[in-house]
């Protein structure tokens, strides 16, 4: 370990010292599933509470709107939960951001809903790593660097949104608002490996609902009269999929609508997934999509809306995200922890953050692994060991890093 200040050591030791594991097993027992609205309301509650704690003025946020197109072409407006938006010394000359998610991706009716112990130190449950975890280990380090002298000079945001695991479409603007000239951010998604290693650069993701109008006809008198939107949607999907484009990768996941075996199907609505390395292959796989939409609307006399886009800018590591990343790595060597970062092909808050400008290191939850999984397991000796290597990197911000 490297020496550190007294003032350092007692941050780091207040931060460890925070109940974080009976946070966590009481946060995980309520299911906060993104479709979930009673119960993200209740989380939402019990989060604002234990942030209260902090300084500054706790409330919430109303989800922006989110449309969304239906397996039958229709618009409708997605319902999302409120977000936890915390406030504090907005004057002070060192401004940062905090943000995390209290959503998971287990609905309420998903057979995932209690934690059970796999072995002495390691922790099974909905949430506990993703993100549960990484919301004690966020609160522990600010309440520990708050009874610090350091406080003073430090302002910040929390935000804690109900939507990010699906995409944080209702939750962007106030990323964007809340990341508004603030010389760093720090969000808590688990770290990349269970040994700890941050995740660097991201891809950028865009989600699209396209959906393809034809014109029915019957299948055996008179087919050549019909225009088939599943024939168009299919050709659609593969165009975009044998697309070549070094620093992009495109799945189409799924085609729905159809019509009965004897009339040509007049409407269909094709998913794809989409992500971009870089803001460069971000722009090539909208000229991508827009060349395949004219070809298959060319060739097979339909009509195409394009619904969605991309929700999730490309995240490259920059000199100043470097920079940030050295000074977590050096909190760690002086904690005794070996910090490394890795690019990841994984998506998050960091994508959005990093659009403006801002630098982050978005993996700072957390040790664990199996997310999204029945066998997402949480590390518990990773609760006090980031909450100190957060406190430390918070503090060291504070004082000018």
Request: hydrophobic residues 45%; contains cysteine.
């Amino acid at each position: 370990m490297g020496e550190l200040s007294s003032t350092e050591q007692q941050v780091i030791e207040r931060a460890s010292a925070e109940p974080m594991l009976d946070q966590v097993l009481t946060w995980s027992a309520i299911n906060s599933g993104s479709r979930n609205l009673a119960g993200l309301g209740s989380m939402a509650n019990v989060l604002a509470d234990a942030f209260a704690e902090l300084p500054g003025e706790t409330g919430f946020v109303d989800p922006g709107e989110v449309e969304t197109v239906d397996s039958s072409g229709r618009i409708s407006v997605l319902e999302h939960g409120k977000h936890l938006h915390l406030k504090v010394r907005a004057s002070a000359p060192v401004q940062l951001l905090f943000t995390g998610h209290m959503d998971t991706v287990f609905a309420a009716d998903h057979p995932f809903q209690e934690t059970r112990w796999l072995d002495d130190g390691v922790l099974n449950g909905p949430g506990v790593a993703d993100m549960k975890g990484g919301i004690a280990v966020m609160l522990a380090a600010l309440k520990a660097v708050e009874q610090s002298s350091a406080a003073a000079n430090l302002g910040y945001e929390v935000v804690i949104n109900s939507d990010e695991e699906v995409g944080s479409l209702s939750s962007a603007g106030l990323l964007a608002q809340a990341a508004s000239v603030k010389r760093a951010a720090l969000t808590y998604e688990p770290a990349a490996l269970p040994d700890g290693t941050l995740a660097g650069a991201r891809p950028g993701s865009g989600n699209f609902g396209i959906v393809v109008r034809g014109r029915s006809a019957h299948a055996g008198r008179n087919p050549e009269d019909g225009r088939n939107a599943l024939l168009a949607a299919a050709d659609l999907a593969l165009r975009l999929a044998a697309a070549k484009h070094p620093g992009l990768s495109v799945n189409p996941s799924r085609i729905e609508g159809g019509s009965p075996s004897n009339v040509v199907p007049d409407l269909a609505v094709l998913r794809v997934n989409m992500r971009p390395r870089t803001p460069e292959d971000e722009q090539a796989a909208q000229a991508i999509i827009d060349t395949a939409v004219a070809e298959v609307i060319e060739l097979h006399d339909v009509q195409i809306e394009l619904h969605g886009g991309f929700g999730r800018p490309p995240k490259p590591l920059t000199p100043e995200a470097l920079a940030l990343f050295e000074l977590v790595r050096k909190a760690g060597a002086d904690l005794g922890q070996t910090i490394g970062w890795q690019p990841s092909g994984g998506v998050c808050d960091g994508n959005n953050i990093a659009a403006c400008g801002v630098p982050v290191v978005d993996t700072m939850g957390v040790r664990g692994g199996k997310i999204h999984s029945m066998e997402e397991f949480l590390i518990v000796d990773s609760l006090a060991e980031r909450a100190a290597l957060s406190a430390l990197t918070i503090l060291r911000l504070a004082e000018g890093a």
